[in-house]
């Protein structure tokens, strides 16, 4: 697999494109929606509500956790996982300002 040489991007951009990787499976996406409805959730809940395995969903929360966009805690065996609030915010402002940049061309393509 080739390098991506992401030290000749900007900080700012090799974080966006962590998250927006981060967001790129559809499971991921389910995921986050489930736990913006219930606004903290237990593993467990989503195996239930999504209808993937727990090995499956597991790894899932483990991308969402490592990009930043959900935060856990451990009580036994039961994980409960919910939005970050501060990475969530911070993307949100990214990506309202990535697609805000854009300026159409009046005679382009």
Known sequence: MGLTKSEIF??????????????AHPAR??????????NTCICGDLVEELGLA???????????????????????????????PETWKMLEKETSGFFASFKPAINCC
């Open 10 to 23: 900007s900080a700012e951009q090799n974080q966006l494109a962590q998250l927006l990787k981060a967001l």
């Open 54 to 84: 727990q090995a499956t969903i597991s790894q899932h929360l483990k991308e969402l956790k490592n990009a930043g966009l959900i935060q856990g805690t451990i009580d036994g065996v039961s994980v409960c996982y919910c939005i970050n």
């Open 29 to 38: 996406i389910a995921i986050l929606q489930q736990l913006m409805k219930s």
